[in-house]
């Protein structure tokens, strides 16, 4: 019969010392973090009491009245047959599209027609959702006019979104949830508190600042939980945010952009004169910042959580080389993606640009080219900066948590017994140490 031995203190924790759990984080560490995020938030909720926008006036809508509809049917014809011809552009090469459609309104009503035509003009057919434009004739006072202005997107829009949330919950399950909880929350803080208070006439960069600040603090602790790695993620991304404003405001005063390349700069001008089109630019770049800011940052407070979770054993300077590699690998794929994003949203100016035979020089050095440029460069500097800065931080509050394993305790040799000293023997070893091995009995 064999006989069991117990494990040695120092063999049993070296068992445990490779169980992935929370890196322990020291109190000296939890002190500088709590002082300077309770701060930040501080300052963040004082933001939004001052800045919170009021009831928003907004002017009665006078223009024509919309209806949603389904085309019952459409009857091509010959343009010759037509009444009333479309009117061709030089540019368009097509032969028109001559006909009527009957569309049947929501409400019952069935209206008739004509096909639509000209440049962007939607393509119908039978069963499609189209909405319907009425106004009055110009011709012919107190007669009602349709015509179709577009395609209905609503139940193709809601499929895609719930295609969406299927795919997010099913990989990223609770965690998924959150992260869809915290995408809520974005659009709240878009929608109820940053869109309100520039309309209102408050400073577009403080409010992009507030807004920025309060969606990462929400966000960031509801997707990733509060601790240590997420908490160096969000002091490097207020960090860098800092240096991308700075940045970003240096550059557009440098460079005089005046934030009205765009048609939409010009109508919301017309909408409200008030508004500070510099500052919405500078608004713009902080809040596109944000959102590849705190992937970066993320990534990095937990990259080095989990090297020190490997090996507790490695200092500040280990720590922070080993992530540095996973940032620089991250930060050359993410720069590339930011300058492709931006090339993507300003192709059809760029197709403009060199349709119009402009000299390459002239064509970078546009409004509306140089804020792509400047919100690219920008961006990218406050992403490289996002980078040792949050690896940094990480390393401060977990390197040196190494626990202390107990030395071995020394044995002191047992004297001999009485026995033993008659007789000249050497003292026998402790069997309780050293226990004899097991004996197996065959047959």
């Given at each position: 019969m064999s006989r069991s031995h117990d494990l040695d203190p120092a063999d049993e924790h070296a068992g445990h010392s490779h169980a992935h759990g929370p890196v322990p984080v020291s109190r000296r560490a939890t002190r500088l973090t709590l002082g300077a995020l309770i701060p930040a938030a501080v300052l963040t909720l004082v933001g939004l009491f001052l800045l919170w926008p009021g009831d928003?006036?907004?002017?009665?809508?006078?223009?024509?009245?919309?209806?949603?509809?389904?085309?019952?049917?459409?009857?091509?014809?010959?343009?010759?047959?037509?009444?009333?011809?479309?009117?061709q552009t030089p540019e368009q090469t097509e032969p028109p599209v001559c006909g009527e459609v009957v569309v049947r309104l929501t409400d019952g009503k069935v209206?008739?027609?004509?096909?639509?035509?000209?440049?962007?003009?939607?393509?119908?057919?039978?069963?499609?959702?189209?909405?319907?434009?009425?106004?009055?004739?110009?011709?012919?006072?107190?007669?009602?006019?349709y015509d179709i202005v577009d395609h209905d997107r609503t139940d193709g829009l809601w499929a895609l979104v719930l295609a969406f949330v299927g795919a997010v919950i099913a990989f990223g399950r609770w965690r998924g949830v959150s992260a869809l909880a915290g995408l809520g929350f974005t659009f709240a803080v878009l929608l109820m508190f940053v869109v309100p208070a520039i309309l209102q006439g408050s400073s577009p960069l403080l409010v992009a600042i507030v807004g920025s600040a309060?969606?990462?603090?929400?966000?960031?602790?509801?997707?990733?939980?509060?601790?240590?790695?997420?908490?160096?993620?969000?002091?490097?991304?207020?960090?860098?945010?800092?240096?991308?404003?700075?940045?970003?405001?240096?550059?557009?005063?440098?460079?005089?952009?005046?934030?009205?390349?765009?048609?939409?700069?010009?109508?919301?001008?017309?909408?409200?004169?008030?508004?500070?089109?510099?500052?919405?630019?500078?608004?713009?770049?902080?809040?596109?910042?944000?959102?590849?800011?705190?992937?970066?940052?993320?990534?990095?407070?937990?990259?080095?959580?989990?090297?020190?979770?490997?090996?507790?054993n490695l200092g500040f300077t280990g720590l922070y080389r080993a992530a540095s590699r996973v940032g620089r690998a991250h930060i050359t794929s993410v720069i590339n993606t930011i300058v492709l994003a931006y090339a993507g949203a300003s192709l059809p100016t760029?197709?403009?640009?060199?349709?119009?035979?402009?000299?390459?020089?002239?064509?970078?050095?546009?409004?509306?080219?140089?804020?792509?440029?400047?919100?690219?460069?920008?961006?990218?500097?406050?992403?490289?900066?996002?980078?040792?800065?949050?690896?940094?931080?990480?390393?401060?509050?977990?390197?040196g948590n190494a626990p202390k394993v107990p030395a071995p305790r020394r044995s002191r040799p047992r004297q001999s017994?009485?026995?033993?000293?008659?007789?000249?023997?050497?003292?026998?070893?402790?069997?309780?140490?050293?226990?004899?091995?097991?004996?197996?009995?065959?047959?």
């Open positions: 928003l006036k907004t002017e009665p809508w006078t223009g024509s009245v919309n209806h949603d509809g389904v085309v019952a049917s459409v009857h091509v014809m010959d343009c010759a047959d037509a009444g009333e011809p479309p009117v209206v008739t027609t004509s096909i639509p035509s000209g440049p962007g003009a939607p393509t119908v057919a039978d069963g499609d959702q189209v909405i319907v434009m009425e106004t009055e004739s110009f011709d012919q006072e107190g007669v009602i006019k309060a969606i990462m603090l929400v966000v960031l602790y509801m997707t990733h939980g509060f601790n240590a790695p997420t908490s160096m993620a969000v002091l490097g991304t207020l960090t860098a945010l800092a240096l991308t404003g700075g940045l970003s405001a240096l550059s557009v005063s440098l460079l005089h952009l005046t934030g009205m390349a765009s048609e939409e700069s010009m109508y919301v001008t017309f909408v409200n004169a008030d508004i500070n089109m510099p500052g919405l630019l500078l608004a713009g770049i902080l809040i596109g910042a944000l959102g590849v800011l705190d992937d970066v940052t993320v990534t990095q407070a937990y990259t080095v959580a989990e090297l020190a979770d490997a090996n507790p760029l197709l403009l640009l060199t349709a119009g035979g402009a000299p390459l020089g002239e064509m970078l050095t546009n409004e509306f080219l140089a804020q792509e440029i400047v919100r690219s460069v920008v961006g990218t500097i406050g992403l490289i900066s996002a980078v040792p800065i949050t690896t940094a931080l990480a390393a401060l509050v977990s390197h017994d009485a026995l033993e000293q008659a007789w000249g023997l050497p003292p026998e070893e402790d069997s309780r140490r050293h226990p004899a091995p097991a004996r197996h009995d065959h047959g």
